[in-house]
């Protein structure tokens, strides 16, 4: 689906030097994408989206906000079948802790 070029704005982007850098730029693609999802039931994109949400938190410093979206996109490749995918989250999980 086009719609879902969003989703690639938030990839490639360098962190700021920033401690604490402000994202709130950057988080509106992935809300869009968020909604595209829920208007069009495509549940396939969730996954990658909440794996980006993870790396926005991450960059923010948020550790247990990137720990929770990456075990919210493991658990749902886990459901989809995607065993590769979940693997390489938990082994991302495995590594953040």
Request: glycine content about 8%; proline content about 8%; charged content about 30%.
């Amino acid at each position: 689906m086009p719609q879902f070029h969003l989703l690639g704005y938030t990839r490639g982007r360098p962190p700021t030097s920033s401690p604490r850098p402000r994202l709130c730029n950057r988080s509106s693609p992935a809300r869009i994408a968020r909604e595209l999802v829920r208007e069009t039931e495509a549940r396939a994109y969730m996954p990658p989206i909440l794996e980006e949400e993870a790396r926005l938190a991450q960059l923010e410093g948020d550790d247990a906000g990137f720990q929770e979206k990456l075990r919210q996109a493991h658990r749902l490749f886990t459901e989809m079948g995607a065993t590769g995918h979940a693997e390489r989250v938990a082994r991302e999980l495995g590594g953040a802790s």
